[in-house]
């Protein structure tokens, strides 16, 4: 157990529509980072939020966001989704930036768009 | 684009036997990292070993790194059933963010 968990589980959308996935870090985690896996990929890192500011995006569009939250737990926004979108969307967390230790990733979200 | 390949991309061996994977990357890292995946969901961290390290063991496992050939290898003794998984290696580099690169990976299989 990594302490971190991620909702849903799984989720199926239609193509155009709007996807918000959740992450919640472990107690004192203020870094939180997103990845997208591909079916028999690799994960591909989105974007990073460290004390609720983006502080470095992959090669992503803009269509993909994120927010952090003091709480922290943390949310991706995907609008206008696409086929391509389908993946699992994992998030990780670590205690501070840059830390150069573990990240602690979550179960992932299985998003499928049909 | 990924920065790490993985060799082999796919390994199946009997139980007891022991299973060497390798990583290779492409530019400088801040440390090198081994995943485990099981059935499609969440990482599992395995090991982490620093740039200015050479090898760590930890259990079964013993990772290698060699920054000069920007090479790392995974070595897991006397498989298990239980073993059987994908295996990542990810390169941790901080531009701007502390982001992980992963390989495609490896996938392990265990024979019992």
């Known amino acids: 157990e990594t302490g971190v968990t991620q909702s849903p589980t799984h989720l199926i959308k239609t193509r155009g529509q709007q996807v918000t996935l959740r992450c919640s870090s472990q107690s004192g985690h203020n870094t939180v980072s997103w990845y997208q896996q591909a079916l028999g990929q690799g994960p591909q890192f989105i974007f990073q939020y460290y004390r609720e500011e983006e502080n470095g995006r992959g090669n992503f569009p803009p269509r993909f966001s994120g927010l952090q939250f003091p709480n922290y737990s943390s949310e991706l926004n995907v609008n206008a989704l696409e086929l391509d979108d389908s993946a699992l969307y994992l998030c990780?967390?670590?205690?501070?930036?840059?830390?150069?230790?573990?990240?602690?990733f979550g179960p992932g979200t299985r998003l499928t768009v049909l | 684009s990924q920065q790490g390949e993985e060799d082999p991309q796919a390994l199946s061996i009997q139980e007891g036997e022991n299973a060497t994977m390798n990583c290779s990357y492409k530019?400088?890292?801040?440390?090198l990292q081994w995943y485990r995946q099981n059935s499609g969901r969440g990482l599992v961290h395995l090991i982490l070993i620093r740039s200015n390290e050479r090898e760590k063991h930890s259990g079964r496992l013993r990772v290698t790194l060699d920054t000069s050939k920007k090479s790392s290898s995974l070595l897991i003794t006397a498989s298990r059933a239980a073993d059987t998984a994908s295996y990542f290696c990810a390169t941790e580099i901080i531009q701007g963010a502390q982001k992980l690169v992963f390989g495609q990976g490896t996938r392990l299989t265990i024979n019992p």
């Open positions: 990780a967390s670590n205690p501070d930036f840059p830390s150069g230790d573990t990240q602690y």
């Open positions: 530019t400088s890292i801040n440390n």
